[in-house]
């Protein structure tokens, strides 16, 4: 068989590289197996071609698709993102493909349970779908043998997959219409070849042409003929790739076809989109075209603006959980509204109330009401939601917040300021905490006792006073990662005890004046229920507004504690010469892990030597070999379970790591270096180092401590091995670690060529001699030079006294470029065992 007896991840990669080469397939997306994308982008981003479940062994097809189909519905992926043409199964022998629009209607199934395991095949759920679903693969699958049909396969690949213009598009129903409109103005109005000041003469609106748009079938003609109920209230009719005016009193004023200046944009915008809309919303869209307002917003300097695709869609997430009419069914206040944007494509202004602390954004609002937003005027109002008593509100809103059942039906939706009172410089203690930024109001005076630390971030102290003085509203909240993840909110939890329902996560940069790298998350909260926070998992969402899967948020609090905890835990020596360099310990979290670095001497910073150097290793390694993105930016370091107490290789590889790393900056300028990892012979040094220590420490010289030396650590210095890196006794590593200790000797050795007039360490406390280094210029040549010093050596600094990021010295440039990428070979090495030993969580 073609690809027997090899693992999952495996055969996907060689389905992928035999068959689907000229497509994408390294996207994830969420717990889809395999995917399918074409390498181009066009206007509305790629539109996958294939969603596929994987299986090593050898299954039947319906039960392949049955936990492929089970798996997009628990995630509801088909709403967060274009669905695709094919859905697909394959395993060792075959692949099958079926039309996704062939069965898309079973995600839309009522009272069905979607959150059952996909790979259980014995659930009631799954043997249901599997029944549901049997008759229509047979009709309408495709299956070819990788062997017997390879000519077959690849023709359909090359007919069908590659040319899939043709999706499962999203459907338009009385939530989206609005949202759809608002792209639609910035996208298709633009191209349509038309005076529209004239039109609007004739009272003629854009709207008017959307309408037109959302009324027409797949083929891009006029639907909805026989309905004359709607037919008859558009005033503007799609005809022949172009409108033409159908209000009966002026169509003779624009007899000519209006057309588009571009109809390859046009046809690349309603591809996403199922026309008509849905039968059920046909009615309310046509009476609701009132609703159809373009929303221009103000920003008001320094405001979060939300963006509009955020908008949309925490605005389809609040549809998910609270159903299709929870306009209808819910009143919505936003008591942050600034000038009211998160509140663009809500549709019953009767349910809608918009509060904020500025007069001049009240004005902003009342004037898009003027001009046709749909709020009312009386909903709108001033009103300083962390001072102002409740009996300033509109008496309908109070009657609302004092009905214990109406109460159940609110939700408080907004997107607070995200000012705080700290910085990065009363983290590293270089500064003063703001003034006046979160503390000055009666909200924070009221509940910094019960929150504690939380009480600095202003998103808290809403969510403080809606939970406290809203009990069993509903909450829809932009805001950042603290309230779940820091060791900081810890109190805030305690008192928030409320269940977190839904959530998703996007970057903090696509919000206006945001230019931090971290995330920022939708929450939805119900407070009827009571409970503890422990662990939710979001979805993700990129920079363009595409889904890219499942991210696990924990709570701190119900675990051993933090990575601050577990290497304060091990015994430090105070005696002078023990001591080879301090380590920086200040906080536990991604943010902040530049904090942690290795020195002479590191702010708050802890004694290393012997005793601790592998626990110290360890502790830096883990924290400085995954790389930060927005994502894992507020992503705490656990306490690790004691796996890792065994791993020996584990253990090397971050001695290694730690050695060669950026955050070791220890430099023989602040003292003796200790940290040299080859004797004068295999560098063919100038003259003798100043300390062995490290060559001499992983050959096994230096005596192991007894635990109760070292503290915790009863197998960590029993190694013995007969290839450490200079060759003797000690110490055993990785073939990932040899590649950087032979990369690192070939950058050391370079150094040592560099000519010396001095007699080095013999004739100076400091081992510095005069050299002439490169490029003519005079350098101080240094036997006992670190990495951070040889660095310095041919890089420089510039005039602000910063080190430059790059050299003149070629050699010295592919001496560096080759050591860092060994490194970062034996971090991809490290990093699972990061996650497995609970350092991190997945």
């Given at each position: 068989m073609k690809y027997k007896n090899i693992r999952e991840e495996e055969?996907?990669?060689?389905?992928?590289?035999?068959?689907?080469?000229t497509f994408d397939t390294t996207e994830i997306l969420g717990n889809i197996d395999f995917t399918v994308f074409p390498k181009q982008y066009d206007l509305n981003g790629r539109t996958p071609l294939l969603w596929a479940e994987a299986k090593t062994g050898n299954f039947d097809i319906p039960t392949m698709f049955v936990q492929l189909i089970l798996t997009i519905g628990k995630a509801r992926t088909f709403d967060k993102t274009m669905p695709p043409a094919f859905l697909g199964a394959f395993d060792f022998k075959k692949i099958a493909f079926v039309p996704y629009i062939n069965i898309s209607d079973i995600f839309y199934m009522n009272d069905f349970n979607w959150n059952v395991t996909p790979s259980n095949h014995e659930t009631k759920e799954f043997l249901l779908i599997k029944e549901r679903i049997e008759s229509i693969l047979n009709k309408n699958t495709y299956v070819?043998?990788?062997?017997?049909?390879?000519?077959?396969?690849?023709?359909?690949?090359?007919?069908?997959?590659?040319?899939?213009?043709?999706?499962?598009?999203?459907?338009?129903?009385?939530n989206n219409f609005i949202p759809i409109y608002l792209r639609w103005l910035e996208v298709v109005k633009p191209i349509i070849d038309v005076n529209w000041d004239d039109l609007k003469q004739a009272n003629i609106m854009d709207s008017d042409f959307y309408l037109a748009d959302?009324?027409?079938?797949?083929?891009?003609?006029?639907?909805?003929?026989?309905?004359?109920?709607?037919?008859?209230?558009?005033?503007?009719?799609?005809?022949?790739?172009?409108?033409?005016i159908a209000k009966e009193n002026i169509k003779q004023m624009f007899d000519?076809?209006?057309?588009?200046?571009?109809?390859?944009?046009?046809?690349?915008?309603?591809?996403?989109?199922?026309?008509?809309?849905?039968?059920?919303?046909?009615?309310?869209?046509?009476?609701?075209?009132?609703l159809l307002v373009p929303q221009d917003i103000r920003e008001r300097k320094g405001a979060f603006f939300t963006p509009r695709k955020w908008v949309e869609l925490s605005q389809k997430y609040l549809t998910d959980y609270l159903g299709q009419n929870w306009q209808d069914d819910y009143y919505i206040w936003d008591c942050a509204a600034g000038t009211g944007n998160l509140l663009a494509g809500l549709t019953n202004k009767y349910h809608i109330y918009a509060s904020t602390l500025d007069q001049a954004d009240i004005s902003v609002m009342h004037e898009r009401i003027d001009g046709g937003a749909n709020l009312l005027k009386n909903n709108v109002f001033q009103f300083d939601f962390l001072n102002d008593d409740f009996s300033k509100l509109p008496q309908s809103l109070q009657d609302i917040i004092n009905d214990e059942e109406k109460r159940k039906k609110l939700v408080v939706y907004i997107n607070p300021p995200y000012a705080e009172a700290g910085n990065k410089h009363t983290i590293s203690g270089t500064g003063e905490h703001k003034e006046n930024t979160t503390n000055n109001n009666i909200t924070h005076t009221k509940y910094?006792?019960?929150?504690?630390?939380?009480?600095n971030e202003l998103f808290t102290q809403f969510l403080a006073r809606i939970y406290a003085e809203i009990p069993n509203s509903k909450i829809g909240i932009f805001c950042k990662l603290k309230n779940l993840q820091s060791p900081n909110f810890k109190d805030f939890r305690r008192f928030f005890q409320t269940k977190l329902e839904k959530t998703f996560i996007v970057p903090a940069d696509t919000f206006d004046n945001v230019k931090g790298i971290f995330p920022i998350g939708f929450f939805i909260y119900n407070l009827e229920i009571r409970d503890i926070f422990s662990e939710v998992e979001s979805d993700i969402f990129n920079k363009k507004g595409e889904y890219i899967g499942i991210k696990k948020l924990y709570s701190p609090d119900n675990s051993r504690g933090f990575i601050n905890n577990w290497i304060k835990k091990y015994k430090r020596t105070n005696e002078v010469s023990e001591i080879i360099g301090q380590i920086g310990v200040a906080r536990n979290d991604m943010q902040n892990k530049s904090l942690c670095y290795i020195a002479i001497t590191a702010g708050r910073g802890l004694n290393i030597s012997r005793n601790t150097i592998f626990f110290d290793s360890i502790f830096l390694t883990v924290q400085s070999s995954i790389n930060a993105s927005w994502l894992n930016d507020r992503d705490p370091f656990f306490y690790p379970n004691d796996n890792w107490q065994t791993d020996i290789e584990f253990q090397?590889?971050?001695?290694?790591?730690?050695l060669f790393d950026g955050q070791n900056r220890i430099t023989s300028k602040d003292g003796t270096n200790h940290w040299i990892p080859f004797t004068e012979y295999e560098v063919n040094a100038q003259d003798k180092f100043a300390s062995n220590f490290m060559t001499d420490f992983m050959k096994g010289k230096i005596a192991s401590p007894s635990p109760s030396e070292g503290g915790e650590q009863p197998t960590l210095f029993q190694q013995t091995a007969p290839t450490p890196p200079s060759g003797a006794g000690g110490l055993v590593f990785s073939e990932e670690a040899q590649a950087v200790f032979n990369a690192g000797r070939a950058?050391?050795?370079?150094?040592?060529?560099?000519?010396?007039?001095?007699?080095?360490?013999?004739?100076?406390?400091?081992?510095?001699?005069?050299?002439?280094?490169?490029?003519?210029?005079?350098?101080?040549?240094?036997?006992?030079?670190?990495?951070?010093?040889?660095?310095?050596?041919?890089?420089?600094r510039n005039e602000k006294g910063r080190m430059n990021s790059k050299s003149d010295d070629a050699t010295y440039m592919e001496l560096i470029g080759n050591l860092r990428a060994q490194l970062a070979i034996l971090a991809d090495a490290i990093k699972p065992k990061v996650y497995a030993y609970g350092f991190l969580k997945e």
């Open positions: 055969l996907k990669n060689k389905v992928g590289a035999d068959w689907f080469a070819y043998d990788y062997e017997k049909d390879e000519k077959e396969l690849q023709t359909f690949i090359k007919n069908n997959v590659a040319k899939a213009t043709t999706t499962s598009k999203l459907k338009i129903d009385k959302l009324f027409v079938d797949d083929k891009d003609t006029q639907a909805l003929e026989d309905d004359s109920s709607i037919r008859d209230n558009l005033f503007v009719v799609f005809q022949n790739q172009g409108y033409k000519a076809t209006i057309n588009l200046k571009n109809k390859e944009a046009y046809l690349q915008f309603w591809k996403r989109y199922k026309r008509p809309p849905l039968k059920e919303f046909q009615d309310y869209i046509i009476e609701r075209r009132d910094k006792k019960v929150i504690g630390k939380a009480s090397n590889n971050c001695l290694t790591y730690s950058l050391w050795t370079y150094y040592h060529t560099h000519p010396s007039t001095s007699s080095g360490y013999g004739g100076t406390s400091s081992g510095y001699a005069t050299s002439s280094g490169y490029g003519g210029e005079s350098k101080p040549y240094n036997v006992n030079a670190s990495l951070y010093d040889i660095r310095e050596y041919f890089q420089g």
